[in-house]
């Protein structure tokens, strides 16, 4: 015979085909114990009243057994040993929690509906918050947040040292033409000053190779910027400073993203590089998401605008996304990178599912096919491929005395 067993907040309902309670056996009428309890239950754990109860009605010649939900049915058919069906949500269940609060009364289980009302509202909160605190210790989220204060601060690095350029232009504008490196102007600004300083010696000093130097330090007699004052230019320093800092903490950040992703997905690690790696799984949003994304998916992660715009306009759909930054791709010729988005998004997803679900490390493996596949794919196609020309024809009409005709639109 069948039973269909229905989980509630107070604890296990059997029923038989015709949606008769057949027997029941309830949890401690306490929040902490429920609260337990259902917390084994969603992680896929036998609980002792789930046991009492298939143990009791078997012996009555129960023995298959209907859930609504199929982790614990795989468990009960683990553990247990007997046959069973998830069915999904029922009538029955649902029934049965519409009026659960008359029949926790009834039950005596609580004194009144409003006495369960306030247990459920308790045992939610407790869940919802064990949640959160178990959520918290995923490593990954806080790769993610690593990835979104890496994002944020090269914004704010760009907008302040810009600020600087510009500022400081006003009293050597040529500087800005000699040194592209941010960090590099903003340490000869903080520590040079005023353009006087700029010498051939001192730039030397600072690591400027010896010919950039010798064209900067000519300039210096010729300079088109105003003089300004020694407030003026300390003001400048100590932004300098300041913005120095912040790259600084941009290094510790990219240390701390390396060692982290060695900890979380290192596979990923081996195949993609620990920036690469960490930017899929941030837009995946976890590395539980991202093990569950085909490798289509994976190849134009960063890409959804273009992607979009593509079924929207019906222009022709991205080939990659943000593994454009993988230097295999963004090395090679134009004709290869889809190609090789390919093989790379295939061995990415088989990556991150190995490290989501505490596989083996593999990353050696993966990278030396992922090697061999790019050779084969540069040897393949060393050049374009040749597209055929679409000639358009205009349309041709033949006119009443049978000759041939440039179609006219009629007039009317």
């Known amino acids: 015979m069948k039973a269909l067993i229905i989980e509630t907040v107070i604890g ?53 057994f209907d859930f609504e939900g199929k982790s614990l049915a795989d468990v009960v058919q683990r553990d247990l040993g007997f046959s069973v069906e998830v069915v999904g949500p029922t009538e029955t269940g649902k029934r049965l929690r519409a009026d659960l609060p008359k029949v926790a009364t009834e039950l005596r289980y609580v004194d009144d509906e409003a006495a369960l009302r306030e247990l459920s509202r308790t045992v939610s909160t407790s869940i919802s918050r064990v949640a959160v605190k178990e959520a918290a210790h995923k490593r990954d989220l806080l790769l993610i ?73 000519d300039v210096i007699s010729s300079s088109m910027g105003a003089d300004l004052d020694e407030n003026d230019l300390e003001t400048i320093r100590d932004l300098s400073a300041s913005i120095m800092e912040l790259y600084k903490a941009r290094r510790k950040l990219d240390g701390y ?109 993966l990278k030396m096919e992922l090697d061999t596949r790019v050779r084969e794919i540069k040897t393949k196609y060393p050049r374009p491929p040749v597209r055929e020309k679409v000639v358009e024809r205009r349309t041709e009409r033949r006119t009443p005395n049978g000759h041939r005709g440039k179609g006219r639109r009629s007039r009317g």
């Open 12 to 64: 296990f309902f059997a029923f038989d085909e015709k949606g008769e309670v057949i027997d029941k056996e309830l949890f401690v009428n306490r929040a902490e114990s429920i609260v337990n309890a259902l917390k084994m239950v969603g992680k896929g754990l036998l609980v002792p009243e789930l046991t009492s109860l298939i143990s009791r009605i078997a012996l009555n010649g129960f023995d298959v």
């Open 257 to 365: 993203v390396e060692k982290l992703m060695g900890e979380v997905a290192p596979n990923v690690k081996m195949l993609a590089g620990s920036s690469l790696g960490a930017r899929l799984i941030s837009l995946a949003g976890g590395l539980e998401n991202i093990s569950r994304m085909p490798a289509s998916t994976i190849q134009i992660l960063g890409a959804e605008k273009a992607l979009f715009r593509s079924m929207k306009t019906g222009a022709l759909p991205p080939k990659h996304g943000a593994i454009f930054q993988h230097q295999d791709i963004h090395q090679a010729l134009r004709w290869q990178r889809g190609k090789i988005a390919r093989a790379l998004s295939g061995k990415i997803a088989i990556a991150v599912r190995v490290d989501a679900f505490k596989g083996e490390f593999m990353g050696e493996r």
């Open 145 to 217: 947040q690593a990835i979104h204060a890496i994002d944020e601060l090269d914004s704010s690095l760009n907008i302040f040292s810009t600020r600087v350029r510009e500022w400081y232009g006003y009293h050597f504008p040529e500087l800005n033409n000699f040194i592209e490196k941010h960090d590099t102007f903003l340490r000869l600004v903080n520590l040079l000053g005023a353009r006087q300083n700029f010498t051939l010696d001192n730039l030397k000093d600072m690591e400027i190779p010896e010919s950039r130097s010798r064209v900067i330090a």
